[in-house]
């Protein structure tokens, strides 16, 4: 019900049209790539999926990172907008509901972006690499372990959302996240651990250097970690506000 | 049966103290008029019974419930306005009842019901950020009676509404206590207008009561202090006054 909600409060704020069009950008990259210089790639040696992924994935994950900023900043903005969120505060429903069904919606469209992507992905290697057998699971699996990986910088762009009244402070405080994770030195197994990093990291990669259980462990921890934040947090601005 | 009860309820930010050793006792099935000048602390008292903001110290009870640890039971019995209409401004008026009525798990017919209540019927697919601020309030209105809750705690309910808006106000929250046996705490800088919808008054001024009764015992009292007037109005200026004279001479 929270769920069905939060989805109702979306409507006409721009969210669906954001999800869409990142969604399409993002799938539309290594199309486009593919178009323009399919002979670098089908030259390469390896699995024609992760040379795709390797080669694009970068790009990608950045969008679905600019739609997960761009989706928390316009969920919060509709409640800060006109106080909507102080009539939630007074109705009888548990703290953290509220953020807890924004959360969850915006997994669901990045869930469906994933998706969209690794098929799209898959759907380039079938075709420019005609001697490539592609498998269902292993596009699931791809697809998972990204949204397991992108998981802890939602739960954190949600919590700055829901801490900034101002919608332009929350979405300068990601972008400046995501163009300060880029710059760090990646040669830091701590620092690719972090949110705003994490989702970079392709399932190959990951694989070749045996760091899978890690990845998802921490990724897991952080999300649980961020979510209690968040509720601890909204304990504490009862005091002040 | 007092459905609201304070016990020293403080509220303090930082070093100033908003509210402070309140005592208040509101009895069920009346409307009480809670009256203070700006500042006086008289939203911050209702956000804590909300749960918007925490006592710093002392307790309140509402319906002999406790807060913090019955807060939800708490708002299932609370319809409230606090200080300026909550709402999302993207929807509609209806949906936007419609988002509280789903909250609250009540009828569909509620929505048209509160719609009704607050005249808002015609207006009801506009966007609610289109809306003029006297139906902006009345959205929030008609939020606060959804469902008719036992308890409301309305803050300046009339404020930026029209002469005949005002009436309507309230004529509609004089006539609840009768309609459904609800209790209403209403807050207002007039007394003129507190005496018009009010059985019982609280006077507050810099955090603290000055005078809890009835119109009646405010007169009474006002006589023996020797305040000079029989006019409501200025027996509120007149003590809000004293009040601001004492605290000057004892800073
Ligand atoms: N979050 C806050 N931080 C600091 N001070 C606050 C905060 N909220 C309220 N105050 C202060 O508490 C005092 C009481 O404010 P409150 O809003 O309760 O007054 P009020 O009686 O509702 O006044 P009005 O009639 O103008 O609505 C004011 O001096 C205000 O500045
Ligand atoms: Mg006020």
């Given at each position: 019900?929270?769920?069905?909600?939060?989805?109702?409060?979306?409507?006409?704020?721009?969210?669906?049209?954001?999800?869409?069009l990142?969604a399409c950008?993002?799938?539309?990259f290594?199309?486009l790539?593919?178009?323009v210089?399919?002979?670098?790639?089908?030259?390469?040696?390896?699995?024609p999926?992760?040379?795709?992924?390797?080669?694009?994935?970068?790009?990608?994950?950045m969008?679905?990172?600019?739609?997960?900023?761009?989706?928390?900043c316009?969920?919060y903005h509709t409640?800060?907008?006109?106080?909507?969120?102080?009539?939630?505060?007074?109705?009888?429903?548990?703290?953290g509901?509220l953020?807890?069904g924004?959360?969850?919606?915006?997994?669901?469209?990045?869930?469906?972006?994933?998706?969209?992507?690794?098929?799209?992905?898959?759907?380039?290697?079938?075709?420019?690499?005609?001697?490539?057998?592609w498998?269902?699971s292993?596009?699931?699996?791809?697809?998972g372990?990204?949204l397991i990986?992108?998981l802890?910088?939602v739960?954190?762009?949600?919590?700055?959302?829901?801490?900034?009244k101002?919608?332009?402070?929350?979405?300068?405080i990601?972008?400046?996240?995501?163009?300060?994770?880029?710059?760090?030195?990646?040669d830091?197994?701590?620092?690719?651990?972090?949110p705003?990093n994490?989702?970079?990291k392709?399932?190959?990669?990951?694989?070749?250097a045996?760091?899978v259980?890690?990845?998802?462990?921490i990724?897991?921890?952080?999300?649980?970690?961020?979510g209690?934040?968040?509720?601890?947090?909204?304990?504490?601005?009862?005091?002040?506000a | 049966?007092?459905?609201?009860e304070?016990?020293?309820?403080?509220k303090?930010y930082g070093d100033?103290?908003?509210?402070?050793?309140l005592?208040?006792?509101i009895?069920?099935?009346r409307?009480?008029?809670?009256?203070?000048?700006?500042?006086a602390?008289k939203?911050?008292?209702?956000?804590?019974?909300?749960?918007?903001?925490?006592?710093?110290?002392g307790?309140?009870?509402?319906?002999g419930?406790?807060?913090?640890a019955?807060?939800?039971?708490?708002?299932k019995?609370?319809g409230?306005?606090?200080?300026?209409?909550?709402?999302?401004?993207?929807?509609?008026?209806?949906?936007?009842?419609?988002?509280?009525?789903?909250?609250?798990?009540?009828?569909?017919?509620?929505v048209r019901e509160?719609?009704?209540?607050?005249?808002?019927?015609?207006?009801?697919?506009r966007?609610?950020?289109?809306?003029s601020?006297?139906m902006?309030?009345r959205?929030?209105?008609a939020g606060?009676l959804?469902?008719?809750?036992?308890?409301?705690?309305?803050?300046?309910p009339?404020?930026?509404?029209d002469p005949v808006?005002?009436?309507?106000?309230?004529?509609?929250?004089?006539?609840?206590?009768?309609?459904?046996?609800?209790?209403?705490?209403?807050?207002?800088?007039?007394?003129?207008?507190?005496?018009?919808m009010?059985?019982?008054?609280?006077?507050?001024?810099?955090?603290r009561?000055l005078?809890?009764?009835t119109?009646?015992?405010?007169?009474?009292?006002?006589?023996?202090?020797?305040?000079?007037?029989?006019?409501l109005?200025?027996?509120?200026?007149?003590?809000?006054?004293?009040?601001?004279r004492?605290?000057?001479?004892?800073?």
């Open positions: 019900m929270i769920l069905q909600i939060e989805a109702k409060k979306c409507k006409r704020t721009g969210f669906l049209p954001a999800v869409l990142a950008a993002a799938s539309a290594p199309i790539n593919m178009l210089r399919a002979e670098t790639f089908t030259a390469m040696a390896g699995t999926f992760d040379i795709l992924t390797d080669a694009n994935w970068q790009m990608m994950a969008l679905n990172m600019v739609l997960v900023i761009c989706g928390a316009l969920m409640e800060f907008a006109d106080n909507g969120i102080q009539k939630m505060d007074v109705l009888p429903v548990r703290a509901s953020f807890f924004k959360f969850v919606l915006l997994v669901l469209a990045l869930c469906g972006m994933l998706l969209l992507e690794t098929a799209v992905l898959t759907g380039c290697a079938a075709h420019w690499f005609p001697a490539y057998t498998t269902f292993e596009t699931l699996q791809s697809a372990f990204q990986l992108t802890p910088t739960m954190l762009m949600l919590w700055v959302a829901s801490a900034c101002n919608m332009w402070v929350s979405l300068g990601g972008v400046i996240l995501v163009f300060v994770m880029t710059i760090l030195p990646q830091s197994t701590v620092l690719q651990l972090f705003f994490t989702p970079y392709t399932l190959a990669t990951v694989q070749g045996g760091d259980p890690l990845f998802l462990g990724c897991g921890a952080e999300t649980v970690a961020f209690l934040f968040e509720f601890v947090f909204l304990q504490i601005r009862r005091w002040y | 049966m007092n459905m609201i304070t016990q020293n309820l403080c303090a100033f103290t908003a509210v402070s050793d005592n208040l006792h009895q069920k099935g409307v009480y008029g809670f009256l203070g000048p700006n500042g602390g939203s911050t008292t209702m956000k804590m019974f909300l749960g918007l903001t925490n006592p710093t110290s307790s309140f009870q509402i319906d419930k406790h807060y913090p019955d807060r939800v039971a708490i708002l019995e609370v409230s306005f606090i200080e300026a209409p909550a709402f999302y401004g993207n929807l509609s008026g209806e949906e936007n009842l419609e988002i509280i009525r789903r909250i609250l798990g009540l009828p569909k017919s509620s509160a719609l009704e209540l607050v005249g808002l019927t015609q207006f009801r697919k966007a609610a950020k289109k809306y601020l006297g902006k309030q959205l929030g209105l606060a959804i469902g008719r809750p036992p308890i409301l705690i309305l803050d300046e009339t404020n930026g509404l808006g005002i009436h309507e106000i309230r004529t509609l929250i004089r006539s609840l206590p009768k309609q459904y046996d609800c209790t209403v705490l209403v807050s207002s800088h007039l007394l003129s207008e507190v005496e018009l009010a059985d019982d008054i609280g006077i507050l001024n810099h955090g009561l005078f809890e009764g119109a009646n015992d405010l007169k009474i009292r006002a006589r023996d202090e020797g305040y000079p007037t029989d006019n109005e200025e027996i509120f200026l007149a003590m809000i006054d004293e009040d601001n004492k605290r000057g001479a004892g800073q």
